[in-house]
Nanobody, 123 residues
Framework: QVQLVESGGGLVQPGGSLRLSCAASGSIFSIYAMGWYRQAPGKQRELVAAITSGGSTNYADSVKGRFTISRDNAKNTLYLQMNSLKPEDTAVYYC?????????????????WGQGTQVTVSS
């Protein structure tokens, strides 16, 4: 069993900042790619940013230069620093983590989602 717990969402004014966290716990052998997605009302879920186990990152064009994704492998935690927030950033943000678990000497890899955290950018 693996659990992902997100935190850090909230209400912020345009131009403000928030930092999201996603902590993984449970039967973890290794963590591979990690990412943040968001879903606004009436829209499809979209990738915001992703980071590989080696630290390579990629971002949606809409957040480049404003958001920074990072990970702390010792704490099994993913972060998203969001600066210069805009009203169009308003959405539920979800973390997504690719985790390997060892069961009887066999490695199994699964994709897990966090519960989502609301980010609202409004004056």
């Amino acid at each position: 069993q693996v659990q992902l717990v997100e935190s850090g969402g909230g209400l912020v004014q345009p131009g403000g900042s928030l930092r999201l966290s996603c902590a993984a716990s449970g039967s973890i052998f290794s963590i591979y790619a990690m990412g943040w997605y968001r879903q606004a009302p009436g829209k499809q879920r979209e990738l915001v940013a992703a980071i590989t186990s080696g630290g390579s990152t990629n971002y949606a064009d809409s957040v480049k230069g404003r958001f920074t994704i990072s990970r702390d492998n010792a704490k099994n935690t993913l972060y998203l620093q969001m600066n210069s927030l805009k009203p169009e950033d308003t959405a539920v943000y979800y973390c997504n983590v690719d985790i390997a678990t060892m069961i009887r000497d066999t490695q199994y890899e699964y994709d897990y989602w966090g519960q989502g955290t609301q980010v609202t950018v409004s004056s």
